[in-house]
């Protein structure tokens, strides 16, 4: 009797330790669906200099993205001088590109993605970006960084990384320093990754702009007088599989 007793506690425990491995493996299943990249038309994205810059940016159309120069004062304060390649989006989305390169007119030159409200120079937006290299910055020891203008005609924001000290979480390594920017609802994510397939978070920052805006690549010099470059390849969106 006690024989039997021990068999059916030994077979009891190991139906508690396989449903166990069962559940936390399905813990471990990811929360959403794999992603698939599509690629946006190139001919889909029109061109302008934003808030008048001494210099007029140029874009080169190519095979597979964008040669792109800008000057500009900078996307910062209360006006921004830029360059900006864009497409006109409604609602949510999930855009990529592959910063090639990034040459510098000043330490503060910056690439990336923009979410813009319009096309006037102090107008609302979020702004996902890049710096040339790692070297410190203001509150920021990396090369990434998100920039926000919450208020027209008001002063920007910026989200630093977390640690201003050390190695940099989110260093840019041209040519693979990719950006993403995404928005749900009223909620932008930024991302970054160095392969285009695995990406960290950056940060998420609400603001509540029109279904309606203007989305793109944005570049600015941060010097007038001197032109910066930036090479955007593999434009795509993020779509559920």
């Known amino acids: 009797m006690i024989k039997k007793n021990i068999i059916y506690s030994f077979v009891i425990l190991l139906l508690v330790i396989t449903l166990s491995n069962v559940s936390a493996q399905d813990n471990q299943k990811p929360n959403s669906s794999p992603m698939k990249t599509q690629p946006i038309p190139l001919s889909s994205f029109k061109h302008s200099d934003i808030g008048n810059p001494s210099i007029k940016g140029t874009v080169k159309v190519l095979n597979n993205g964008f040669d792109m120069t800008a000057s500009g004062a ?36 910056k690439a990336g993605i923009m979410a813009r409200e319009n096309l006037t120079s102090g107008c609302r937006h979020i702004y ?27 002063e920007m924001k910026a989200i630093y990384p977390k640690s201003s000290e050390g190695a940099p979480e989110f260093p840019v390594a041209f040519p693979n320093t990719w950006v993403r920017l995404q928005r749900v609802n009223n909620d932008f994510t930024g991302y970054y990754s160095t392969d285009g397939k695995t990406w960290k978070p950056y940060t998420t920052f609400t603001l509540d702009l029109p279904a309606k805006i203007y ?17 955007f390849r593999n434009i795509a969106e993020l779509k559920q599989k």
């Open 74 to 109: 900078d996307i910062w304060g209360v006006k921004d001088e830029f360059n900006f390649i864009y497409v006109e989006r409604t609602g949510d989305f999930d855009i990529v590109s592959r910063i090639e390169s990034l040459t510098a007119a000043n330490m503060y030159t």
């Open 128 to 154: 996902f970006q890049v710096f040339s290299d790692n070297n410190a910055r203001n509150k920021n020891n990396g090369g990434y960084e998100f920039q926000y203008r919450q208020e027209r005609d008001h």
């Open 215 to 231: 989305l793109g690549l944005a570049l600015t010099s941060h010097n007038p007088s001197h032109m910066a470059s930036a090479k």
